[in-house]
Nanobody, 115 residues
């Protein structure tokens, strides 16, 4: 069982930056692929970025060049650095941990970008 706790969300003006963190419990963090998803009001949850256990990173087209995912296995933490934020980035951001046959979600952290 893995528990994920996100933090770092908040209210920011367009063009600003935020850094989300997700801390995972357990000793197997380094073996998980970690990802960020988001869900805006009235919309489906969508993929934002992931980083594999080997450090390979993938970002959705709509955040590439603005957001960067990273991980620190020593701290059991995955980060999402978000720069040049836009009002359309407003959503609840969720952390996800996955391995073969297993998947875990955090409770989410709200990001609101004002115009």
């Amino acid at each position: 069982q893995v528990q994920l706790v996100e933090s770092g969300g908040g209210l920011v003006q367009a063009g600003g930056s935020l850094r989300l963190s997700c801390v995972a419990s357990g000793s197997l963090f380094s073996g998980y692929t970690m990802a960020w998803y988001r869900q805006a009001p009235g919309k489906q949850r969508e993929f934002v970025a992931l980083v594999t256990s080997g450090g390979i990173r993938t970002h959705a087209d709509f955040v590439r060049g603005r957001f960067t995912i990273s991980r620190d296995n020593a701290q059991n933490t995955v980060f999402l650095q978000m720069n040049s934020l836009k009002p359309e980035d407003t959503a609840v951001y969720y952390c996800n941990a996955r391995s073969v046959g297993l998947g875990y979600w955090g409770q989410g952290t709200q990001v609101t970008v004002s115009s």
